[in-house]
């Protein structure tokens, strides 16, 4: 099965952290993991993408489990504008992007 | 750098008619991607164009067609529109080569009545 599996909904307090999990226990070796997110009314938007090491960028940071079934998206200080339905996509290198139904991210003032 | 354009953003057609949308790839990208997003069916992929050449392509109708142009921009096409085509339809493009980022619209909106 191409998709994923993450949680439906979670919500966060802002300025807090946030870790959001995704399962892809049927991942092959050469799968890369993308994060994308999409805020009301707009296109998805790239966070970040790995395979197999820990990443970062300005963004978010991507901890990918050492047996590559997990990984988890980290918002190191969440804000208002991080809410947001975040999806977590399996990437085979073919250009399209199988997505699922996401985790619905409301931040808490 | 200009991010992928797409017009118009909101539509409404009635039934039967048929609708053409456009897009506009970053700048230096060859791919072109399209997905359709309802609520029901979520995030689906339709088609991708490299080099005026379509590469890959969903389990959408014959209905849902595209074409890609030498200046990398595209369009897609929905013939006969049914009341579940109304959908937002998003355009995607990157570079084209293996792992490259894709980067999405801000989609067009399609109302069928």
């Known amino acids: 099965d191409a998709k994923t599996t993450q949680p439906n909904s979670m919500e966060s307090n802002e300025e807090e952290p946030v870790h959001l999990p995704c399962n892809h226990s049927?991942?092959?070796?050469?799968?890369?993991i993308h994060w994308y997110r999409q805020l009301p009314s707009q296109g998805p938007e790239y966070v970040i993408h790995?395979?197999?090491s820990n990443v970062n960028n300005r963004m978010a940071s991507l901890a990918i489990a050492e047996d590559r079934k997990s990984s988890t998206l980290i918002l190191h200080r969440a804000t208002l504008r991080d809410a947001a339905v975040y999806y977590c996509?399996?990437?085979?290198?073919?250009?399209?992007?199988?997505f699922g139904t996401g985790t619905r991210l409301t931040i808490i003032p | 750098k200009a991010g992928v354009t797409q017009t118009p953003r909101y539509l409404i057609k009635t039934r039967g008619q048929q609708v053409t949308l456009s897009c506009s790839p970053i700048?230096?990208?060859?791919?072109v991607s399209w997905y359709q997003q309802t609520p029901g069916q979520g995030l689906q992929f339709l088609f991708e164009?490299?080099?005026?050449?379509?590469?890959n392509k969903g389990n959408f109708p014959g209905r849902f067609s595209g074409r890609q142009f030498s200046n990398s921009r595209s369009e897609m096409n929905v013939s006969t529109l049914e009341l579940g085509d109304s959908a937002l339809y998003l355009c995607?493009?990157?570079?084209?080569?293996?792992?490259?980022?894709?980067?999405f619209g801000e989609g067009s909106w399609l109302t069928v009545v």
């Open positions: 996509i399996r990437d085979f290198g073919n250009e399209k992007l199988t």
């Open positions: 700048s230096g990208h060859r791919s």
């Open positions: 995607a493009s990157s570079l084209g080569g293996v792992r490259n980022t894709i980067y």
């Open positions: 049927t991942i092959s070796g050469t799968d890369y």
């Open positions: 790995g395979l197999t």
């Open positions: 164009y490299f080099s005026e050449t379509q590469r």
